[in-house]
Each structure stands twice: as C-alpha cells, then as structure tokens.
C-alpha cells in the first residue's frame, strides 16, 4: 500500500491540474460556442435576403418600433461583440445595441472602443459614434459606417459647421464607394420620434427618390410638413443661413394643391417642347419650381396641353405634384466639397478619379455641380441612383440646366435598366452649344418592355469641364390623362 502512495498523489495532481485548465477553457469554448451559433444564423439570414437596404430599415424598425424584435439571448463578455456585429448584418440592431453595450465593457480596449462606436451610432449619435470608431482591417459594415459618417457630415453642416463637415463628407465618400449611403424611411421614423424633425427631413428626402411613383406621391403631405418643421429646425440651428432663411420664406407662403384652367392667352413655359399625347392632344411644355428640387424629390408642375392639333386650340395648365426621379443631392442642399460625389451619383463613368469632381457658383448665384474631364485629360461622368421605372405610356421627362467651359462634348441622358446590373438601351441629348452660356436641355422618353430601372447621366469629354443643376426626371401619365381631353 505505502507504494501506491506516490501513483496515486501524481494521479490525483493530474486530475486536478485537468479539471483547472477545463475551468479555465469554459469560458473561451463558451464564447466560441457563441459564435458558432451567431455565424449560422447570419448564414440563414444572408441566404434569406435579409441584408443591406432591408437590414438598414429592419434594423431601425426594431429599435424604434416596440414588438417588433425578439428579445436577445444573454451573450458572454468575450462573445457580445462578435454575436452584435451578427445582428447588425441580420437588422436586428436592438438585439445588437445590446450586446454592444455589454463589449464596451470587454478589458480587451481595441474590442471595447469599436462597441462603443456601433452602440453610438445605434444610439442615432452620428459625430460621436464617427470619432470613435476605430477602423477595422476588412471592410465588413464598410457601408454602414459610411453612412454614420455620411449623417455624422450632415448633422455638422446643419450647425453651419460646414469646413468640419467636409472631412466627414470625404470619408464617408471613400467608405460606401459606389453604393451611396444606405436609404430607407425607418430611420426617418426613428428620428422624428426624438423630434429631430431636421435630420428626420433629411433622411426623407433621400429615401423616397428610389420608390414607386405612386407609392412615393402618397406620402407628399407628410413631406411638405415636414418640410416646413425642418426648415424652421434649421433656421434655429443656423440662423445667419440666408439660403435656409429664403426656403423657409418660399414654402411658408406657398402652399399649392392640384387645379387646372384654361389659358387665354399662349403660355410661354420655361421649359418648352412638343409632344404629342396620342388621343388628340400636345404637351407643349411645363414650369416648375427649382426650391422643389433643391429640397426635395416632390415637385409641383405646371404642365401645359393643347387640346388639339392646330395651332389655334385651346391649351390647359394642369397643376399637378409628381415624383422627381433625379437626385440632386450636392447641388444645393448639402455641402459637400470637390472631388466628393454628392448623393444620388455615385456610380463613375470612363474614370474612377473623383478630383473630377466639382462645385460652382458658375453661369448665377446657385450652386452647381461639376464634372471635369478637362483635369483628368480623360472623359469623366457620373451616374445618378437607379430608381423605379414604369413601363407603360406615355414615358418620362427629363430635363436639366446645363453650362460648360472647354471643348463642345458633354451627354445628358438616361439609362433604362433591365436590372440594375445591366445598363442597356440609352439616350444621349448632345449638341453645340456656345460655351459659358447656361442652357436647357429637354426630351422625352418612352419606356422599353419589361424595364425595372431608370437613371440619369451626366459626363464631359476629356478637354470639357461640364455643370449642371435642377435635374429633372418625371413620370406624368398621373397628371396628364390619355383617354380623353380634359376640359377647362
């Protein structure tokens, strides 16, 4: 028996030195049993289509929407991160604010640092959560971070804070590449619940360029009033502002509804053209509002038909409110600097090379938007978001003040998608123009079979620097009726 003594003791130490290294790899095989679990659901999740856009807005409903996110399952410390960064892609981001609340608290700092960036940025604090994020070496949520710095940008701009901004602006150019910052009217929602009525406008005026145009119209008195709050909002955030003053000023004493008369005398349009409606009719061209482009995708327009062929019959002004289809971002309402793509033209034509990219005073007072192939010595152009085509009669109207400098070679068109990989047919408007003169360009499009999308373009040759605002792209066969001739 004394033999067996020395065996048994070693015996005994082993177990036990066993059983302290299972109780110390508890916690890690519990933490990778996490991410496991977290990893499997975000393949269900991706192979369900959940993700980008539909995450974006999921994401937001579930924070700001009660009832309408499953209450997380507790993660440990050394998991939340992981688990959170899972939800995010999976649109649960309430589930993910709370887990990443939980990893602020992790003793590993890099793990600590980047959770407090996502719960700050969850937490709708845009310029917080864009200077605490630390980077991270892939480029996963590259998108989502651009548009935190995207908002971060626009919440300093809104301050007047516009030389601050500008870094944001440029980065967050750099982040989301040719995709834009993410849209979506859920985020809108959340942030007018914490009455952020200005930053809430913002996000509304982007999301609803890329809806249906029935769907979008439906929301437009919502969007005037919003209007008018965020202005105000604006005005009290930045009220040595003159252009925010001059809306506010517009839209406080003017407030339109849908009519129509018959004119006694011939209209002189601002826009003039001539196209015939097929059932005895002409549209001879159409005013509109620039205030309603630089602020939003809802204009009012007032469309001019001739109630016949000849040149004496009667011509109608129909009053109507339609979807501009056009982003025209940077154009006005934001700031963002040269060599930025403002939002909505975000895909490059010819050159990648976004020194290109530029803002003017140019032929007035306004702000336009630039692209110069003359600095690149090569063709530069960009390519606005493609939005919701339909593809029944009569088609679309596109439009848009045009200036430039250098050698006559320009294009304004726009591209039908058959989906939103293929761009494919196209229309061109080119001409000779006298350089350094504004002018309209104008035309009007019927839709191919089957088209899903639509987008406008805009590129200058290589010795041209080309500009342009007030771009106009609409669908009117809501306003202007086809099967008989509306009297006045």
């Known amino acids: 028996m004394e033999r067996l003594r020395p065996k048994s003791l070693l015996l005994a130490l082993?177990?036990?030195?066993?059983?302290?290294?299972?109780?110390?790899?508890?916690?890690?095989?519990?933490?990778?049993?996490?991410?496991?679990?977290?990893?499997?659901?975000?393949?269900?999740?991706?192979?369900?289509?959940?993700?980008?856009?539909?995450a974006w807005d999921a994401g937001w409903r579930s924070l700001c929407r009660p009832g309408t996110?499953?209450?997380?399952?507790?993660?440990?410390?050394?998991?939340?991160?992981?688990?959170?960064?899972?939800?995010?892609?999976?649109?649960?981001?309430?589930?993910?604010?709370?887990?990443?609340?939980?990893?602020?608290?992790?003793?590993?700092?890099?793990?600590?640092?980047?959770?407090?960036?996502?719960?700050?940025?969850?937490?709708?604090r845009w310029l917080d959560a864009a200077q605490l994020y630390p980077g991270q070496p892939t480029a996963r949520h590259q998108r989502f971070w651009g548009t935190i710095f995207y908002l971060a940008a626009q919440e300093l701009m809104f301050r007047g804070e516009s030389d601050e901004a500008a870094a944001w602006y440029r980065r967050a150019d750099q982040s989301y590449d040719v995709q834009g910052p993410y849209l979506g009217l859920e985020l809108m929602e959340c942030l007018a619940q914490q009455g952020r009525t200005l930053e809430a406008f913002d996000a509304y005026r982007?999301?609803?360029?890329?809806?249906?145009?029935?769907?979008?119209?439906?929301?437009?008195?919502?969007?005037?009033?919003m209007r008018l709050d965020a202005l105000r909002q604006w005005q009290e955030q930045d009220p040595e502002n003159a252009q925010v003053t001059a809306w506010l000023d517009f839209y406080t004493a003017d407030r339109r509804s849908e009519e129509q008369e018959t004119l006694t005398s011939p209209p002189q349009p601002k826009t003039p053209f001539t196209y015939d409606l097929d059932d005895g009719r002409r549209l001879i061209g159409f005013d509109y509002r620039p205030e309603d482009i630089a602020t939003g995708p809802f204009m009012w327009v007032d469309l001019y038909v001739q109630q016949g062929m000849a040149e004496g019959d009667p011509v109608v002004r129909l009053r109507r409110a339609v979807l501009n289809q056009a982003p025209n971002g940077s154009f006005a309402w934001d700031a963002a600097p040269d060599g930025v793509r403002p939002f909505g033209w975000h895909v490059p034509l010819y050159?990648?090379?976004?020194?290109?990219?530029?803002?003017?005073?140019?032929?007035?007072?306004?702000?336009w938007l630039c692209v110069n192939g003359g600095k690149l010595n090569w063709a530069f152009g960009l390519q606005?978001?493609?939005?919701?085509?339909?593809?029944?009669?009569?088609?679309?109207?596109?439009?848009?003040?045009?200036?430039?400098?250098?050698?006559?070679?320009?294009?304004?068109?726009?591209?039908?998608?058959?989906?939103?990989?293929?761009?494919d047919p196209h229309s061109n408007i080119h001409g000779t123009y006298s350089p350094g003169n504004a002018f309209m360009i104008q035309g009007f499009w019927k839709p191919d079979t089957h088209v899903e999308h639509v987008a406008v373009w805009f590129y200058s040759g290589d010795a041209t620097r080309a500009c342009a605002k007030e771009v106009i792209l609409f669908y009117p066969a809501n306003t202007i009726s086809t099967e008989a001739p509306i009297g006045g």
């Open 14 to 54: 082993t177990l036990i030195g066993v059983l302290l290294a299972a109780l110390r790899l508890t916690p890690l095989a519990v933490a990778n049993g996490e991410r496991v679990t977290a990893l499997a659901a975000l393949t269900n999740s991706t192979a369900s289509g959940s993700i980008d856009e539909q």
């Open 69 to 124: 996110a499953d209450d997380p399952e507790a993660a440990s410390l050394a998991a939340a991160g992981f688990i959170a960064r899972g939800l995010v892609d999976r649109g649960d981001y309430a589930g993910a604010l709370a887990e990443f609340r939980q990893a602020a608290g992790s003793q590993d700092a890099a793990e600590a640092r980047l959770a407090s960036a996502y719960a700050a940025a969850l937490e709708l």
């Open 206 to 225: 982007r999301g609803l360029v890329v809806l249906p145009p029935e769907e979008a119209l439906a929301q437009r008195e919502r969007f005037e009033q």
């Open 351 to 367: 050159s990648d090379k976004f020194e290109g990219v530029e803002y003017d005073s140019g032929a007035s007072s306004e702000r």
């Open 384 to 423: 606005s978001l493609p939005a919701r085509a339909v593809s029944q009669e009569p088609g679309y109207i596109q439009s848009g003040s045009v200036y430039f400098t250098g050698k006559t070679h320009l294009g304004f068109g726009r591209y039908w998608f058959e989906d939103p990989s293929t761009a």
